[in-house]
């Protein structure tokens, strides 16, 4: 067997423009391949700190403007142009089709409708009656754990804790305000400040800081309820004509779509209903410093479509547990803030309006590919837009 050789550190954990080509290049040698596009990085490696380990480069995706969109939310009423990251040709085009029958309907509706995220360890007590005692008495002592956890942080704010006792194991959601930033890393060393607390107050055995129950980066139903990010809902209603022009489907099609469909989703064990959620999503998260596993919990979306008035077509889709950010992690570095700039949703103050623009954004996708199944022109579309053939050999 060959020798086992880690990934070389260098001092400083190697961070300077010489640290990473020198890895870039040691690995280089052991690979026998080269890695020029790789090292053709626009951030600076110190940059880069805290955000990778082991840097060798940056990855370059191609990035496709769509618009105009028109949204109309509490946190801006304007005309943008969404940035969408992706290698998967006819995606861009076919959003952009949805956004343009929004926008000549009069733009879509967007509101977010609760703001939060949660932490959720587990705690071990003796027996049963111990974690049921534990579970009544932990609410109460709300002002000690708020005290506890946010003397770690500056920005998270502990909202309630919810215990929920189960034989000898009380799970407790730690649920906070994490203002305009992601802020996971942020809330469970806030928590863990709270949960050392607890132990030292001899109610429970031990505790784990994570225990799988606040459907972080997972498709879970509790994430219906909201609770993890953002919940957000967006609506437009389309006009028989916009529907014709711009879509070439009536508003009957695209109901029948939805019915036929949900048959679909259901014999599936679908969470939540759409057409492409993780699609848009994720090509904004990639294009806009987003930590992207979070698509995961943040494309459990429902959307729906019903005729209404004289043949006009009412669509909507709720996100319940959209989790974005506007500061920390990716959102300053290089490509990623100037996406966000571009979208008017870098810094402080700006997380909600970019959770209303993915809400709208994840609108017109599901409205341009339903319209794409019920016209039969999805297959063709793509054969247009989204081949690329390799060369033969």
Known sequence: MDRIELVPRYEGQGYSEEQIAARRAWVEARRGVSL???????VEGEALRGNIENPIGMAQVPVGLAGPLLVKGEHLEEVVYVPLATTEGAMVRSYERGMV??????????????????????????????????????????????REAEATTGHGRLLRVEPIANGLQVLVHFVYSTGDAHGMNMIVKATEAACRWIEASGRIERHLILSGASGEKRPAGALFAGGKGKTVTASVRLPRRVLRAALRVTARQMEELWR???????????????????????????????????????????????????GDLEASVQLPSLTVATVGGGTGLGTGRECLELLGCYGSGKARRLAEIAAALVLAGDLSMGAAIA??????????????RPESP
């Open 101 to 146: 029958a929004i926008t000549r309907s009069g733009g879509a509706v967007a509101r977010v409708l609760r703001d939060e995220n949660r932490v959720t360890p587990v705690f071990l007590c003796r027996d049963a009656a111990a974690a049921a005692d534990f579970a009544r008495w932990l609410p109460g002592e709300l002002a000690t754990l708020q």
């Open 260 to 310: 036929l469909t949900v048959l679909g989703h259901l014999h599936t064990g679908t969470l939540g209903y759409n057409g492409q959620a993780a699609n848009g999503l994720t090509a904004l998260f990639i294009a806009c410093g987003q930590d992207v596993a979070n698509v995961v919990n943040s494309a459990v979306a429902v959307s729906s479509f019903a005729e209404v008035g004289d």
């Open 375 to 388: 016209s039969g022109e999805f297959v063709a579309a793509h054969e247009e837009y989204g081949r690329n």
């Open 36 to 42: 020029p596009l790789l090292g053709s990085a626009g």
